[in-house]
């Protein structure tokens, strides 16, 4: 019988973002949100 076993080791490296990619991301999220939040009112007046 014989076992093979395979190591792996994975390194994740924080990634610094400029100003403008925050900006972005926060834009982003903030667009996410209310759309979420449109949906979330047009079930509640669709039940």
Avoid at 8 to 17: C, D, G, P, W
Avoid at 18 to 30: I, L, Y
Wanted: no cysteine; aromatic share 6%; proline share 2%.
């Amino acid at each position: 019988m014989t076992i093979n076993i395979l190591f792996l080791s994975i390194t994740v490296k924080m990634r610094k973002i400029n100003p403008e990619e925050a900006a972005h991301q926060n834009k982003v999220e903030k667009l996410y949100q209310k759309n979420r939040d449109q949906q979330i009112s047009i079930r509640r007046f669709m039940s």
